[in-house]
């Protein structure tokens, strides 16, 4: 991918406001050179069972979470968020709500609320993650203070600080998905840190309107890269909709077997 402002866009593609457009010649490792841009192919990867152990390795954990050990079951979730192309077969099946689009179908949903995700999930036979869930597909068994490693959370490996810096100035939007394949996690999940933020499945009883929710991951507008810390949480009302916030979906672990091919 080549950056272009506060993009990165295919090789090839030029930027007009805040999209890449045309036909790239190139794109990042995983992607599909499109008429429309670089796309990422759904897929799941598999997460084995472990031990989730949160924060205690972290000295900046420390008074922001609470030390704990979660044992987890084995799962499988996106490698990738859901991208604008998957959200679009959803609503042409007519089993999601219509959401305003970029244009760009490779690039990361965002601006859609809990209850749009959770339909989405629901309709591509998954379910939306528990926190328990990312912060586990993030940091794994060892505890990785980022999704790729303990170290080095420099511009190559997420899309973050591209409104006011470190990485850029004045982005809009998310990036293509899996922009940054220096980033993914060692299972070969692509931005669990930097994007956009992931909704995470509420507790019981929260659905929709202004009662609190979580999202994971940071954004590309986070400017600190500790928001992309694999323990880091942020609470928003369910009902927010907004350019930093999108999702990806969990299946059972046997989603993820023979390359992890997604029928959506």
């Given at each position: 991918m080549?950056?272009?402002?506060?993009?990165?866009?295919?090789?090839?593609?030029?930027?007009?406001?805040?999209?890449c457009v045309g036909k790239p010649d190139r794109c990042a490792a995983g992607l599909v050179v499109t008429e429309a841009g670089c796309?990422?192919?759904?897929?799941?990867?598999?997460?084995?069972?472990?031990?989730?152990?949160?924060?205690?390795?972290?000295?900046?954990?420390?008074?922001?979470?609470?030390?704990?050990?979660?044992?987890?079951?084995?799962?499988?979730?996106?490698?990738?968020e859901v991208t604008e192309a998957r959200y679009a077969a959803c609503v042409a099946a007519s089993a999601c709500t219509p959401v305003a689009l970029s244009g760009e179908p490779g690039r990361a949903l965002s601006r859609v609320g809990l209850s749009e995700a959770r339909t989405f999930c629901a309709w591509a036979g998954g379910s939306?993650?528990?926190?328990?869930?990312?912060?586990?597909?993030?940091?794994?068994?060892?505890?990785?203070?980022?999704?790729?490693?303990d170290t080095g959370a420099v511009c190559r490996r997420a899309?973050?600080?591209?409104?006011?810096?470190?990485?850029?100035?004045?982005?809009?939007?998310?990036?293509?998905?899996?922009?940054h394949p220096d980033g993914a996690s060692p299972e070969g999940a692509h931005d669990l840190a930097g994007n956009v933020a992931e909704w995470a499945a509420p507790k019981a009883g929260v659905a929709e309107g202004p009662a609190l929710a979580e999202a994971r991951g940071g954004s590309f507008g986070d400017g600190a890269a500790s928001a992309l810390r694999s323990w880091n949480r942020l609470e928003i009302a369910a009902s927010t909709r907004a350019a930093e916030v999108g999702f990806r979906c969990v299946y059972p672990f046997a989603a993820a077997a023979e390359g992890g091919a997604l029928p959506r």
């Open positions: 080549t950056p272009l402002g506060a993009r990165c866009c295919g090789e090839g593609q030029t930027l007009a406001g805040d999209r796309v990422a192919t759904p897929r799941a990867v598999g997460i084995a069972a472990g031990l989730l152990r949160i924060g205690p390795s972290d000295w900046e954990a420390q008074g922001q979470v609470t030390p704990r050990a979660v044992p987890m079951e084995a799962f499988a979730l996106d490698a990738y939306l993650p528990t926190p328990e869930e990312l912060a586990f597909a993030a940091a794994g068994a060892k505890g990785r203070r980022y999704a790729w490693g899309a973050w600080g591209l409104v006011r810096g470190p990485c850029g100035e004045g982005a809009a939007g998310p990036e293509v998905a899996g922009s």
